[in-house]
Each structure stands twice: as C-alpha cells, then as structure tokens.
C-alpha cells in the first residue's frame, strides 16, 4: 500500500481503491497482545467479514499459549485458521477438535453456542493464527449452530502462488465450509509475481502474515490490512523472499449490525438480552473447559446498529 488513506475519509467505493488499514494492540489477557485490524473506527466490514485479529508468531513454548475460556456467540461464523501451532476447540455442541495449519474450524453461532479456544498440552514452540468472524445475514442469523472442522481444503496453485481456499470459491476450487452471503477468504503463500484472480462484485482486503509482499503494485507490512474496494477481476501480488498473506472479499455487506463483545445483533436490546441469556445460563455448558467468562458491563451509551463504513 504505497498510498494510504486517512481511515477517517473511508467511504463505500464502488470501485477499485489502495487503503491503509493500521493494526490496533489489544490485550486479551494472559500476556497474549493481537492485532486487530477489523473493526476499525471507518471501515467496520469488508464483505460479511465483521472481525480481523492477527495474533503471533509468538514463542509459547513455556507458556501456556492460548488460554481462552468458553464464551458465548451469536449471529456470525467464527473462522480459526492456524499458521503455526495448534488451538483445542471445544463447545456447546460437544465438538472437541484440535485444528491444525490448513484446517479450517468454521463455527456457526446462529441463535447461540457458547465456545473454549486453548492451546493444547503439550503444544508446539509457536503459535500464530488469525481469528476472523463473518456477519450473518438477518434471514439466518438465528440458524441453528454448528461447528465444522474441514481437514481437506481446495488448493490453487499458480505461478509464484499457492492458495488455499478457507471460504468461497477461487476460480473454480471451492471451499466446503458453509457460507450464508457471497465471500472469499484464501489464504496466499508467495514465491514469486503472481494474478490471483477475484470477483469484481466483491470488495476485497489483504491481511500480510509474513514477509513483505507487493500488493497491487505497493509493499503491505506484516500484521497490515489493505483495503481494495472492488471492481477488481484479479490482483496482482509479487514477493521477492516468500510471503504469505489472507485476501477476504465478498459482496458489501448492505444490512446494519450491532456488535458489541461476542455477539453480532440488530439492536442494542438485542445485544443486553443476549448477555443476560449468558449471565443467567441461558447458553448450553462447555465440556471440559473451566470456568466461564463473565460478560462485561454493557457501555453507557446506547448501542446502535451501524454500517459497513461509518
Ligand atoms: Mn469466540
């Protein structure tokens, strides 16, 4: 991104553009800092993808590495995509996985399932990941939950890429994960100058995990997201030492959303029932996984629904 723009003058575009998303620190306990790259305070979504951290590669051999307790969701999908390491996912639906690099754990949270994410005992020295979340659209945002663990995902390979595909379909090879509004996510491992090819309707983001790659004619830092409207039918990427980065995409989201904590509603009456369903054991226990998370104070203010930019 060599010509980024003040988050503040985002706008919906309805054709191509190069912008600057920075990365925000956030403690999430435990010693663990990720980067949060989605919301930001002007561009909230691109596609259904509502929720963009960035965490690692971080040294956890004595440490315990992931620690996070069950907690509630509802109205979106919860994409945990391993880089390195590996993340015990345990829920409400009884799903006990432990996901790897390359496996996709797609978790409907419909009208509510309650989810533990910790690094396993033993654990490998490193972990580094991405924990995305995708909006559900109003029709099935109350759709009855699921978790899916996808071990065999499609890959593209081209010159000076290989993409795996997590969501969506990339010129033809089509992930198996459920999908509730037109997206992308691929996850793109670099050697060379490379077109990905995308969807014109669709406004994309990339998201470097490592290396320094060129993106559309421009280098994007590691733990960046560059914004890239849409319009665009293929992206150019080039990297000089290997590089690997996530392009998420879909059709501009056009419904208003409500996100506060864990859940993606309507309304803020919809979100403080929501909490008051948690706090009163109103979601199905996690096995084996500890004491829960208490929901924190709803804010002052009135929670309103916003858009895809504000
Ligand atoms: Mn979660």
Same mark, same amino acid.
């Given at each position: 991104?060599?010509?980024?723009?003040?988050? !503040?003058?985002?706008?919906?575009?309805?054709?191509?553009?190069?912008?600057?998303?920075?990365?925000?620190?956030?403690?999430?306990?435990?010693?663990?800092?990720?980067?949060?790259?989605?919301?930001?305070?002007? +561009? +909230?979504?691109?596609? #259904?993808? !509502? =929720? &963009?951290?960035?965490?690692?590669?971080? /040294?956890?051999?004595?440490?315990?590495?992931?620690?996070?307790?069950?907690?509630?969701?509802?109205?979106?999908?919860? &994409?945990?995509?391993?880089?390195?390491? /590996?993340?015990?996912?345990?829920?409400?639906?009884?799903?006990?996985?432990?996901?790897?690099?390359? /496996?996709?754990?797609?978790?409907?949270?419909?009208?509510?399932?309650?989810?533990?994410?910790?690094?396993?005992?033993?654990?490998?020295?490193?972990?580094?990941?991405?924990?995305?979340?995708?909006?559900?659209?109003?029709?099935? *945002?109350?759709?009855?939950?699921?978790?899916?663990?996808?071990?065999?995902? $499609?890959?593209?390979?081209? $010159?000076?890429?290989? @993409?795996? &595909?997590?969501?969506?379909?990339?010129?033809? @090879?089509?992930?198996?994960? #459920?999908?509730?509004?037109?997206?992308?996510?691929?996850?793109?491992?670099?050697?060379?100058?490379?077109?990905?090819?995308?969807?014109?309707?669709?406004?994309?983001?990339?998201?470097?995990?490592?290396?320094?790659?060129?993106?559309?004619?421009?280098?994007? @830092?590691?733990?960046?997201?560059?914004? %890239?409207?849409?319009?665009?039918?293929?992206?150019?990427?080039?990297?000089?030492?290997?590089?690997?980065?996530?392009?998420?995409?879909?059709?501009?989201?056009?419904?208003?959303?409500?996100?506060?904590?864990? =859940?993606?509603?309507?309304?803020?009456?919809?979100?403080?029932?929501?909490?008051? +369903?948690?706090?009163?054991?109103?979601?199905?226990?996690?096995?084996?996984?500890?004491?829960?998370?208490?929901?924190?104070?709803?804010?002052?203010?009135? %929670?309103?629904?916003?858009?895809?930019? *504000?």
């Amino acid at each position: 991104m060599d010509t980024p723009v003040e988050v !503040c003058a985002a706008a919906a575009t309805a054709g191509p553009v190069r912008e600057l998303l920075p990365a925000r620190a956030v403690p999430l306990g435990a010693g663990t800092i990720v980067r949060r790259l989605l919301p930001t305070l002007g +561009r +909230r979504m691109v596609g #259904a993808w !509502c =929720f &963009v951290d960035h965490y690692g590669p971080d /040294e956890i051999i004595a440490r315990p590495g992931m620690q996070v307790p069950p907690h509630p969701h509802i109205g979106l999908q919860t &994409v945990s995509w391993i880089l390195q390491g /590996e993340v015990h996912h345990r829920d409400s639906l009884g799903s006990d996985v432990v996901i790897h690099p390359g /496996e996709l754990g797609l978790m409907t949270a419909g009208g509510g399932i309650a989810h533990s994410e910790v690094s396993p005992l033993p654990h490998g020295p490193v972990l580094h990941g991405a924990q995305l979340w995708v909006a559900l659209p109003d029709a099935e *945002r109350a759709v009855v939950p699921a978790f899916d663990h996808h071990a065999g995902l $499609p890959v593209l390979t081209a $010159p000076g890429l290989r @993409a795996t &595909v997590l969501l969506g379909d990339v010129d033809g @090879a089509a992930s198996p994960g #459920a999908a509730f509004t037109p997206i992308v996510g691929v996850d793109v491992e670099l050697t060379g100058p490379a077109l990905l090819p995308l969807t014109p309707e669709f406004e994309h983001a990339v998201l470097t995990v490592s290396g320094t790659p060129e993106v559309d004619g421009g280098p994007l @830092a590691p733990g960046s997201l560059g914004y %890239l409207g849409s319009g665009r039918s293929s992206l150019r990427l080039s990297a000089d030492a290997p590089a690997r980065l996530l392009v998420l995409g879909g059709e501009p989201f056009a419904e208003q959303i409500v996100m506060w904590w864990n =859940f993606v509603a309507r309304s803020g009456e919809e979100v403080a029932a929501a909490r008051e +369903r948690w706090q009163h054991g109103g979601f199905a226990a996690v096995p084996d996984s500890g004491p829960a998370l208490n929901a924190p104070a709803l804010p002052p203010a009135r %929670l309103v629904p916003r858009g895809r930019v *504000r």
